[in-house]
């Protein structure tokens, strides 16, 4: 919330003096993507919608996670498998019964805004995705997944973000549909090599880094984009181009680093619990006493 906050204020501050109060009152409160507008939806800094989204899903959760923990173990693919059905069809849904309205979107005029909030934006609709996400975890935890590792998992995922970019494919359905299935493999992939000790391209540590500050580079990356935009205008050409956006990624990158250390850490740190682990059981008197090794981990 307070990188939110922060970079909320920077997008007012540098990019969106100009939007008028609702859109404003809206984002600052991470209400718009409850809002059937799509100029709503991505107003002040449009990466926000998401946060707004999140937010929905964190309340939801206690019942959800409770709900998941009672499916028995066998019976996890079959509810994940649902689950993502009911994510493909989502597109299908808002075509079927949301009214196509007047508003395009600026970048696929052919795809109608309402359409468009309705199967990306609308929380109990993307709430799916994060009930795949828990059910796809407790079958890792239960040693219920068929694991098939980051390199094919990876492989698949770009893959079907290239599939997801072709021209045939309907707009809605590569956005929601494509990528869900080689996402979760990929993400459960990550997790287990993690687990296990394995070694894998996410453990280095300039990488680590890079995900800690993700979160804050997820929030300005939009805004140093913008403001570099308007800054430098139209660029015809290319080595121009590429040095501008080399520019505006390191940019983007130590803006982040500073969001990160001067604000998401000593909030973390104030505020953060922990999870408090349970003690491992002694030791027979009998056996030698053995050191336990200390939990790896980030309170996030």
């Not at 805004?223 to 390191?250: K, M, N, Y």
């Amino acid at each position: 919330m307070p990188n939110y906050l922060v970079a909320w204020a920077l997008a007012m501050l540098l990019i969106a003096a100009g939007t008028a109060a609702w859109p404003a009152f809206t984002t600052l409160f991470m209400l718009q993507s409850w809002i059937p507008d799509y100029d709503v939806n991505f107003s002040v800094n449009p990466p926000g919608w998401s946060l707004s989204t999140e937010a929905f899903f964190h309340l939801c959760f206690p019942v959800l996670f409770h709900w998941a923990r009672r499916i028995p173990a066998r019976r996890l693919k079959h509810w994940i498998a649902v689950t993502v059905l009911a994510i493909a069809a989502t597109p299908f849904t808002a075509t079927a019964l949301v009214p196509a309205g007047e508003v395009r979107m600026s970048n696929e005029p052919d795809v109608s805004g309402l359409h468009l909030w309705f199967a990306y934006v609308f929380p109990p609709a993307r709430l799916l995705d994060f009930l795949l996400g828990i059910l796809v975890a407790r079958a890792v935890l239960l040693g219920r997944w068929r694991d098939i590792g980051l390199l094919w998992s990876g492989l698949l995922l770009a893959a079907s973000y290239a599939v997801a970019e072709l021209p045939g494919v309907p707009y809605l359905f590569a956005q929601r549909a494509v990528c869900v299935i080689p996402c979760a493999l990929f993400i459960a992939a990550g997790a287990l090599a993690d687990v296990q000790g394995r070694s894998s391209l996410f453990r280095h540590r300039v990488v680590v880094w890079l995900g800690e500050v993700s979160f804050a580079f997820y929030l300005l990356h939009f805004i140093v984009l913008a403001g570099g935009r308007d800054l430098v205008g139209r660029l015809d050409s290319v080595p121009a181009a590429i040095a501008v956006t080399v520019a505006e990624f390191a940019l983007a990158v130590l803006a982040s680093w500073a969001l990160y250390v001067w604000v998401e850490k000593p909030i973390v740190r104030r505020w953060s619990r922990p999870a408090r682990l349970p003690s491992p059981p002694a030791s027979p008197p009998s056996s030698p006493a053995s050191a336990a090794l200390p939990a790896r981990g980030r309170a996030t």
